[in-house]
């Protein structure tokens, strides 16, 4: 039965080592063919994407550049920017592997903006390290509002807030799109944040976290699946440790409680745990979540790989 199926890109989807711009296309046009199959079992695919190491080279640039006739774009442009370069590379690969398949199929990326408050507790908490390091003179020349932590011994860096996602704005155009057959990709890089305030809509300098806005995307569209591609095959019990153990099918509770117990890193794996159990409740439980590797994607329904929440 054809299913709507959200799928969230990870990191390694799109770089691998060379941060060029053919070598992430070539990067891309690897994981383009391992969706097909479930193109060519005709489920719809809305396809979400991280953007960490593109924004973050994008943010160097601007600071390489920034002068009173070329100003550094804020944080907010530069996500924009990257949803539309990532976008452009996966619309190229898609069609051109698509064609090689010979499925005719419309691919298009969507500008995406996402929602958040802005009474969001993360706003007085920023967390999450964006752009160059920098050194302490350096630092201390910025004599901005911005905020910055000592990261490491490598340098200060910009640390920005990473509120949640509240809406997706274009997500009933994304649902047009997708009944008209077009897989969509949209809320790359966690989505452009912005906020409403009476009535009006600008952006913030903050950072989305891509799970949960796909995991919000997947919710508002109607997704049946969302399946959240990663490094890894599974989650992991005592991941790295020589007894780590791989979660097959797991319930929310269950699942839950190996949150409590700290099984997952806040920032890498905890998000997408986080997101599979938000949608599956979301869905009163009648709907599952997946979290496995790029490489398993195309036998998902055939087999039982993977860590499934229901
Ligand atoms: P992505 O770009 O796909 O979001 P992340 O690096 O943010 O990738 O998150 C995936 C990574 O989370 C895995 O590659 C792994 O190194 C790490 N990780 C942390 N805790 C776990 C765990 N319990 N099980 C599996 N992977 C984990
Ligand atoms: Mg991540």
């Known amino acids: 039965m054809k299913k709507r199926i959200v799928i969230a890109l990870g990191g390694n989807a799109i770089l691998t080592k060379d941060p060029s711009a053919k070598a992430q296309q070539l990067a891309l046009r690897s994981t383009a063919k391992k969706l097909v199959p479930l193109i060519e079992q005709g489920h719809e695919l809305i396809i979400s994407h991280g953007n960490g190491p593109q924004v973050g080279n994008l943010l160097l640039q601007q600071s390489a550049a920034d002068s009173k006739e070329n100003p550094a774009l804020p944080l907010d442009t530069c996500v924009a920017m990257t949803q539309g370069s990532i976008g452009y590379w996966l619309q190229l690969v898609l069609r051109e592997t698509l064609k090689e398949a010979g499925i005719n199929k419309e691919v298009i990326t969507l500008l995406t903006q996402v929602i958040v408050s802005k009474d969001d507790p993360a706003f007085s908490h920023p967390t999450k390290p964006v752009g160059p390091f920098l ?176």
């Open 135 to 310: 050194s302490e003179e350096e630092k201390n020349r910025k004599n901005d509002q911005d905020i910055y932590i000592e990261d490491s011994g490598r340098g200060w860096r910009k640390v920005v807030p990473s509120p949640k996602p509240i809406s997706v704005t274009e997500a009933p155009l994304i649902e047009k799109l997708v009944e008209m057959g077009a897989i969509t990709i949209a809320a790359g890089g966690g989505g452009i944040p912005v906020v409403e305030d009476n009535g009006e809509v600008s952006g913030v300098e903050a950072v989305i976290d891509k799970d949960f806005a796909s995991e919000k995307l997947a919710e508002q569209i109607k997704a049946d699946l969302l399946i959240i591609l990663t490094a890894v095959d599974h989650a992991y019990l005592d991941y790295n440790q020589p007894n780590q153990k791989q979660i097959k099918t797991i319930s929310v509770e269950e699942l839950k409680q190996h949150i409590d117990k700290g099984h997952f890193a806040s920032g890498s794996m905890l998000p997408k745990v986080e997101a599979a159990i938000r949608f599956v409740e979301h869905s009163n439980r009648t709907k599952q979540a997946i979290i496995t590797s790029l490489d398993n994607v195309a036998n998902i329904f055939t087999t039982d790989i993977g860590t499934r929440i229901y």
